[in-house]
């Protein structure tokens, strides 16, 4: 069965070092977006991207993030100068015309 | 801010016993999900509620949807242990697929 995939699973970075996290959307899909869990916390939206371009994207997502679609099959999602509270869980999902989102397995980031 | 609350926020049951987690959401839409999380795993796909009055079923679990009373319910019917996880209802704000808000999760523990 297609499923997106996330790489790296697990990342440990010092405070302050860019980020780079790669996801594979399942590959007829149209429309992809990165969610993050805090440990403990409810999932959260951070952006949607269709079309090569940010359709929607939460108050979370300020300038330290970007998302790219470099090619055919990747989507990624890169944090400039990583804090503390970046720790998290990050999920990348996608959908094709219809109404479910795929999620990923997640990508933890540690920032030490 | 678009709230979307669940309760209880902790469920431990008995195998064999009914239950229902109950979603509140503070925004017009006609779009719910529910979602399973497993310990340290992505979000699994149960149900996705389209209109005002959906009901649906997938063996011990039914969702149903109330736009009106902008409520949705998880019903467990005879519980198992293999049903122990975190669910997640999610609104759709818009209703076009592209942002989800996810509720507090319930963690549902069954007890042998």
């Known amino acids: 069965e297609p499923e997106v995939t996330q790489t790296p699973s697990h990342q440990v970075t010092q405070m302050g070092q860019e980020v780079i996290l790669r996801c594979v959307p399942i590959?007829?899909?149209?429309?992809f977006y990165w969610y993050r869990q805090i440990l403990g916390q409810k999932v959260e939206f951070l952006v949607s991207f269709y079309n090569n371009e940010i359709s929607e994207k939460s108050e979370i997502f300020d300038d330290q993030f970007s998302v790219e679609r470099p090619d055919g099959s990747n989507f990624t999602l890169k944090i400039r100068s990583t804090k503390l509270e970046d720790s998290a869980m990050y999920f990348c999902?996608?959908?094709?015309?219809?109404?479910?989102?795929?999620f990923g397995e997640g990508s933890w980031l540690t920032v030490v | 801010e678009l709230k979307v609350e669940q309760n209880p926020l902790f469920l431990s049951m008995q195998e064999g016993k009914n239950y229902t987690i109950y979603c509140n959401y503070s925004t017009t839409s006609d779009r719910l999900y529910w979602y399973r999380q497993d310990p340290g795993k992505s979000l699994e796909s149960l149900f996705v509620?389209?209109?005002?009055?959906a009901v649906k079923q997938e063996g011990r679990l039914m969702a149903s949807l109330d736009t009106k009373a902008r409520l949705s319910t998880l019903h467990i019917t005879a519980a198992v242990h293999d049903l122990s996880a975190t669910y997640f209802c999610a609104v759709d704000k818009g209703n076009t697929g592209n942002q989800f808000y996810f509720g507090t999760g319930t963690s549902l523990t069954v007890i042998p």
């Open positions: 999902a996608s959908r094709d015309d219809g109404n479910t989102i795929y």
């Open positions: 590959s007829n899909h149209l429309y």
């Open positions: 509620l389209l209109s005002n009055g």
